[in-house]
């Protein structure tokens, strides 16, 4: 098991920039695949990006695509969501996981951290 602390959500206006970041610790932290997951109210939690233990491949939603950026930092334990171009559609609570594989399927992380909110206002 990997503990993991998310940190960086808060309220931006559309069209503005926030980048969330991911603190992991535990001996095999850096081994693991890392995403990003959120699920916005009365919706089901849904993948956003992920990154594999190498930091080499990287799998993002469609509705992100072009616009999120996922990033690694091993010798800090860090995993990185840079988010532009926000609209209010990415309003959620955003998750970061950690589990063996880039897969997009929330059943394949086994780590999850508490959330933090991410507002976009119109």
């Known amino acids: 098991q990997v503990q993991l602390v998310e940190s960086g959500g808060g309220l931006v206006q559309a069209g503005g920039s926030l980048r969330l970041s991911c603190a992991a610790s535990?001996?095999?932290?850096?081994?693991?695949?890392m995403a990003w997951f959120r699920q916005a109210p009365g919706k089901e939690r849904e993948f956003v990006a992920t990154?594999?233990?190498?930091?080499?491949?990287?799998y993002y939603a469609d509705s992100v695509k072009g616009r999120f950026t996922i990033s690694r930092e091993d010798a800090k334990n860090m995993v990185d969501l840079q988010m532009n171009s926000l609209e209010p559609e990415d309003t959620a609570v955003y998750y970061c996981?950690?589990?063996?594989?880039?897969?997009?399927?929330?059943?394949?992380?086994?780590?999850w951290g508490q959330g933090t909110q991410v507002t976009v206002s119109s």
């Open positions: 996981a950690a589990g063996p594989t880039t897969y997009r399927l929330a059943n394949n992380y086994h780590s």
């Open positions: 535990g001996r095999t932290a850096s081994y693991y695949a």
């Open positions: 990154i594999s233990g190498s930091g080499r491949d990287t």
